[in-house]
Every structure is written in C-alpha cells, then in structure tokens.
C-alpha cells in the first residue's frame, strides 16, 4: 500500500516538473492574469475607478486584470500586500491622496521611493458643500457665521490627520474656526450633513453627485486655483486669498523594480484605455479634471511635490512633529 | 484545625483564581493603553479612551465573577456543564496541525498545503478504508480549486521559490489558467 | 402613472423569465454562499458583481438584492444542522435551532427558519414599498447619538441572553471589545496594541473570529472526544418540513415583533442585520411566555430573530434607495451597481427610472416568496450532507474557514489569526465561556466607539446628549431595563417563594 502510494506520488511529481520546466521557457508579458489590488472598500470611488479602468484595458493587454479588494488603514492595507508581492509586474494597485497623507506623516513603513508611480487616472478638486436649504446662501454667509462663532460649526470630513483636517486648520489660521467631526464611513458622513447634524461637508463633487443633482447638497468654495468648469457659479479659494489646494487624486501604482519594459507596457495600456469615450465619460461623471492623465516620470515628479506641500502643511500645523 | 483551614484556603484559591486573574488583566491592559497609546488632541478623548473603558469594564466583570462564584459555592454544577472527556494526544496533534498549515500555505502554495492537510487531518481524525484518504483528499483539492480558482477568481497562494511555478504548473494542468 | 399603476408594471417585469432567472440563481447563491462556513454574504455579493455589468441595471440589482436575502438566511442552515452559523447575524437561530436538531426536530427547525425568514423579508419589502419616504425621512433624522444607543441595545441583549452567568458574559464582551480595538484607530488614527507588528496594525476581521471560534472550535470537540468512533452519517434520507399555515398565525407574535425590530435597525448603518438578530431574540426572550425554553430549543425564539434578520434587508434598502446612503457592506455594492449602470440612487431615482423602482420593490417581494423553495432545496442539499462521514466533514469545514479568512483581504496573515480562533474556541467550549458576546464584542465594540466618539466630538464632550435627546434616551432606558429585569425578577420570584413559604409556615 504504502509503495504504491510513494510510487503514486512520484510520477504526479515527474508529470508536474516537466510541466514546470515548460513554462519556464515562455516568456512573454502580460501571459497571465494580473492582480489589482484595490486599496479601499467595495462600491466607492476608489473600487468604481478601478473596476472600471480594469474592464477597458483587459481587451488591450488581452489577459484579465481581477480586482481584490484590500481595504483598511487608510489604503495601507492593500499598499504594504502590493510591496509584499513580486515586482514582477502581476500585481498593481490603485492609490490615491489620503494614503499620502498617512507617508507625509510618517505613519508608513514604506516610503514613496518603493513605489513606481505608473499612472495617474483622475485628478479632483476638493469642495465644501452645504445643504441647498440650509442658512448659507454661499460662501461668504458661511464664512461669517463661522468667523462670528468660532468651533460652533461642524464640518463632516474623514478624520483627524487627513487632507481633510489639514484644509480644516489652514482656514483656522485665517480666523475661521470650524470643528471636525471625523467619520471613515462615507455613506453615514453624507447621512449627517443631509440630517442636518453637521454643517458643512469636505468632499470631491463625483461622490456626492446624487445630492447635487436633486438639490439637497450644493458646493460653496473649490479648493484649486482656478474655478472648476462644472460650476461656474463657485469660488476658487485662491479668489478667496486662501492659498490652498489640495487636489485628491487617484493613480495606479506597481512595486519599484518591476522592469521598465513592463511598466512601459502597463502604462501605455491604460493611457490608451483613459483615451475610450467610456472613460471619457465616467471622469466626467465623477467630476474628475479633464487633463487628469499624467504618465511616466513626470508623474513621479508630479507626486513628490504633491508629498512635500502635504509634509510643509502638517509641519505648519503641528500634525507632524 | 490547620489542614481544615488549608482546606478552606485551596477552596477559595480555586473558586477565585479565574476572576482575580481577569482583574489583573484588566488592570494591565488599563496601565499599558494609557501609556502606550498616543496622547489625545487637545479637548479630545483620544483613542486611549474606549481601550481604557473595556478595561474597566472588564475588571469590574472579574469583581461580579468572583460575587458570582462566592455566591454559587457548594451549590451543585448545573446540568451540561461537565466538559467532554477529551483525548487530549489528538487534540495536541489536531491542533499543532492546524497552526502547521498556516505557513504551509503560504510556503507550499494552497493546492499542495491543502491536499497535504486533508490527507493527515484524515489519518489523526481516524478515518478507515483504503483508497479513501487519497481520493478524497486530491479530489477535493481539485474541486476546491475549481470552485475558488477557477469560478470565483480567488488569488489563492500559490506558494514560493519552486512552489510558486510547481502551483502555476498545475494549474496550467488543470486548465485553470 | 401613480403608485399602485407602476407597481403593476413592476410585478409583470419581475415575472419576466429573465428576472425570474436570476432571482432563482442570486438566491440558490446567497443561501450557498451563505451557508458555507467562510464564505458569507457579501463575499457573494462581491463575487457576482462583475457578472452584472453586461446585465441591464433591473435584472442585476434583483440578483443581487435576492443573494443578498439569501445569503443572510443561509447561515442558519448550517447553524441548525451542524451549530456552525454561516454569518454572524445566524448566531441566535443556531443556538435555537441546533438545541431542536439535538431534540430531534431538525426537519421542522429548518422549515420554520426558512418561512420565518421568508415573512420577515416579505414583510419588510411590503413596508419598503409602500412608505420608504416616511421611513427615511426618520433614517436621516438619526445622529451618531442614535447609532450608538442601538448598538447598545445590541451589546446589552447578548449579555442578558445568556442566563448562566451574567459575569462570564460580560468578560468575553470586554474581551472581545478589547480585541476589536487593536489596530489603527479610525477616529484618531493612533496605534492601539500593534506591538509594532504588521500583523496586528491592519487589526482583526470579525468574521475570522466568528468563524474560527465557532467552525474550528466545534470540529476539534466533536472529533477529538477519547474513545469515540467516529460518526459515519446518516443512513436514512434526511428530511425538510416547512410550517403549516396554521403553525404561522400561532407564531404571529414573534414573526411580527421580529419583523418590526428587523425592519427598523435594518434601516440604522453598521451592522444591520447582526444587531437585528440580537436585540429581536433579546425582546423576545423577555416578552414570551415560555422564556425557560431559550436556549434549550424555543420556537418562539427561532421564528423572532430568524424574522428579523430577513426584514432588516427591506430596512436597509430604504436609505439606499431613497436617500442614496448605503448603510452596510451589502448595499453598498448594489449602490456601485447601480452607479455602474450610471444611475444614481437617491432622491431623484423616483422621478428618472420610476419603472425600475416598482420593478425592483415586486422583484423583492417575489424573491421572499421563492426564498421558500429556494431555501428548502438548499436545506435538502445541506442535510444530505448530514450523510458525509464526520471526520470528511471536519477537514473540508476546516479548509473553508482557511479559504474563507484568506478570502477577506487576500491576506495570508489573517490564516494566522484562523487558527489562533480556532484553537481558542475550543478552549472556550473546555472551560464553559459564551462565545457569542466575543463575537458581538468584536463586531459591535468598534461601532459603538466610532458613534460614541462622534457624539462627543459634535457635543463638545457632553455626554447628556444621550439623554436629551427622545430617540436615543428612549432606547437607552429599553436598554437599560432589559440589563436589571431579570434581576428584578429573581429578587419578585424569590420575595414571593418567601412569602409563600412564610403563609404555608403560618398555617
């Protein structure tokens, strides 16, 4: 019995080896299906962006791209399991700003440097909206009523340390004190400023587009240098002569060392995929920036002085000691 | 006089020793969250707080438990509340088996861990017949494959080194790839 | 067209045979999916997702919408018949239902988990299409200060169910809350008991805990008992007996207050269904009128919670449906389904796609009703199962948990935490500690920090928003009562023995 289960078990290896010597000598890249991991929850921004980024470029690299959600810890769940993988090019990840903020404040164990930034898919501004029936007809009667009752009015945002909170206290440098209520879960954080329960809402307008749509919810102040085209009506804060502007962005990224061919390969995929009506039309619909693609150095450039304005605000405001 | 007294003493010692114990726990885990954990912002709880809450609350569970036991002695045990006779050499081995194949998964890849699992999860389980312990354990390795790998898309581990290429192999086999 | 007309419309679509199609597969999916030990509800829903893309937004969201009721029903099939809940809302219907199997009425405990189940959603979706407006008109007006008084009732119910001893109740609570807080913190996002290991920082996923104490622990004691020869399974042809019409209307009363703590926590974010279990086999307990049987095999207390668990999905597709909220895992993903199919849902669903409203309220309507046949043939597939020799049982429930921990982050370290669970649930079955308040304490701790925490961050630290405010002081007071009631009890019972025993001495 036992000789002939030994026996058994050394052909199935045999069998299997010479399959292994086989697939050694292929070579060709993309030939097999490649991982995106997608750092945060199923259904919001982040899992929309890449689930649909993943189905464009599946027909133009011809293997499938599964997506694995790996929420937690701001995004760093899915980041640390991506530089645990391979740098073999069969694992990516989606990023995006708010896990930079946690590598400004030094909370990571990896640094930006053990990132190849591939591409960068959206690019979104942020805004404060209040309700559209509330008591600020627009930012100036909001900013007021914040300068004349100082911590009285609260702003939902995703919590303490984030970008969030970093706009938050630079308009508290300026004399106007809000409170943060801090809340991770999206769903519950609209809730409140729709209930009333909190003033005001720091959000990216593509979220909330429901509420925008019906009337409940309306922006009040952009946080860029220029208007936004979607709403001509809103102020930019740099008009405001508040000098901040703290775009979120999401991107694709892949560990550093996968070989330059490969990321060229990658990034040429989803350049070519960004450039589809249908992706055209779900950054439209996200309120994304119309020049959101950015490639290649220019892009990692782009990203370590996002990562230095991010590191001088904490510094200024005592987030980072 | 003295022995009843000792008596007396181990009795309590062993009513009392798993309360007292869930009391210094708690007290423990209250000391090392407040210093352990961050400093609070400024007119803010801070996340030590609820940390600090459980641990209260759960030295004073470990007060309600001794009142609780102290008030229950020389009643009779409840019904049910005799544990199984357990053959604690199995359990052992079931149990060091299953903390082994954690990194045998992640080493040898899930197929191979998998397939080795159930073969010796059998043997110590005492399962009988021949041909049983192969069949079922490389044929339910294959239809656990085919369910997560192949339907559900599940990145399942596919081991290191030579493991790695030994599970893409068998999955190129299995046309599962 | 007014209401009742679109209804119509929308019942006549759901008979289409591809509406119907799916429904029948997203159940038969839920309920396998969540039946299986490791493998729950919105990892199926997850998993069908993709398939939806190519679909039209109506026949999608009823697939999911019909695994997303089955699946949270699923569990209880494996509870009743091997005491493994799939999920943690199956937790009560399992102690119930397990304590019939062993009384030997397992038959009749699936039947009436399904058709509890089945009303209860039934009844919810009724609710949900006839006044979701109303409904979330009232969703909206809750605060943080709300959320975290229901999670209280929740945490205060498993602590009373367990009648043995309070005070092992409350230690696995704390200990389970006290696990629940390792990690990065969510509010201040400081490290918590991390030891400075990865491990640890990304924090414990409840479901490993719930299946690892639960799957692993009950596997080790049933096989490793000395001298015991293992179970070959059954012989005879198992059976599925679902309750008569007569048996429903004897059961209305706990049906009925399932259904309405179902429905009305379902609405409530966090976690729904889970806290819909607890706190409806909690009231239950407290209003039936066999309150000795809970624990031992109560019907009452079968049909309440497994009521409540299906109605807290009507619930929950309220704020999503109306206000565009999610409020939990499950309608989350359908609410990426629908901004897949480029419809946002909110207030404005209403007006834009009426059809596809009623559509989806008949279509989950429907899909309670062919829950009963969908939930009885899997429950037949599942007893067959009862016929697998015990020990092939126990390696494949093991590997499932193993794929199942894996499955949730795609994380080989949480395997580790697997088997940590297991081994632990074990132990606490030797040394006779209650499980089922680590489990709440794990899922419902960090809830109740992150609302309580809120709270007191809008109030400035003033914790008599609690009590100012009607909602959250009303249900903190139920809360409250439901912790010193059996107390009062025992000291009435006991005054009242004494003056019996006082009367029978003076005559």
Redesign the interface.
Known sequence: MKQRLLLCAFLCFLVLFGGYAGALAQEKYPSRPIDFICTWGVGGGSDQMVRTLAKLTEPILGVPLPVSNKPGASGNSGTTDLLAAKEDGYTIANYIADTLATVAAGQTRYKSEDIEWIVRTQNMPSFLFVKTDGPFADIHALLKAVKENPNKIKMAGLGFGTIDDITLRYLASKGYKMTLVPNPNPGERYASVLGGHNEVLYEQAGDIRQYLEAKQLKPVIVFAEKRFPAFPEVPCSKELGFEIFMPQFRCVIAKKGVPADRVKILSDAFVKAMQTPEWKKFNQEQYADEASTLAGPEFGRWVDGELKTMQRLMKEFGILK | MDTSSDRAGARWATLLKG?VA?LLF?AA?YL??DR???L??P?????????KL??V??A???V??A??AIRARGRPP?EG?A??????R??FL??LL??L??PA??MLG?PLA?AL??GI??RL???RG?LML?L?SLG?TVF?LYL?VKI??????KGEW?FE??T???Y??LFI? | MNGLELFWVGLANAFSPLNFLMMLTGLVIGVLAGALPGITMLNAIVLVLPFTYSMDIVPSLLLMTAVYGGGIFGGSITGILFNIPGDPMNVPATWEGYALHRKGHVAKALGVAIMASALGGFLSCLVMTLVSPPFARVALSFSATEYFAVVFLGLVSVVVINTRSVASSLVCLFLGMLLGTIGIDDTFGSARFTFNSRLLETGINFTIVLIGLFAIGEVLEQLCERDKIPDQGLKERPKVSLMTPREVWAFKGPLLRGFGSGTMIGMIPGAGATVASFVSYGIERQVSRKPEEFGKGSWDGLNATSSAINASTGGAMIPLLTLGIPGSGATAVMMGAFLMHGIQPGPLLFDKAPESVYTIFAGMLLCNLIMIFAGWVCSKFFSELMRVPETIMGAFIIVFCFVGAYALRNDTSDLWYMAFFGVLGYFMRRYRLPIPPLVLGIILGPLAERYFLTAMIASNNDVSVFFTRPVSAGILLVSIGMLFWPLLQARMNRRKAAAQAAAVAGS
Do not use: H
């Open positions: 309360p869930v708690g885990v090392y969250a352990s954990i961050d609070p912002p007119g803010q709880l801070g996340g030590a707080f609820w940390p459980c641990a609350g759960m004073v569970a470990g309600l438990k009142w609780e409840e509340a544990c199984k006779d357990m053959d604690n199995k359990l079931m149990i299953i903390v194949v954690v998964i992640a899930f998998t699992f159930i999860f059998l389980a005492g399962a021949r192969p079922v339910g656990l997560f559900v898309y599940l990145p399942l581990p030579f290429d030994l893409l192999t068998l190129r086999a790839l």
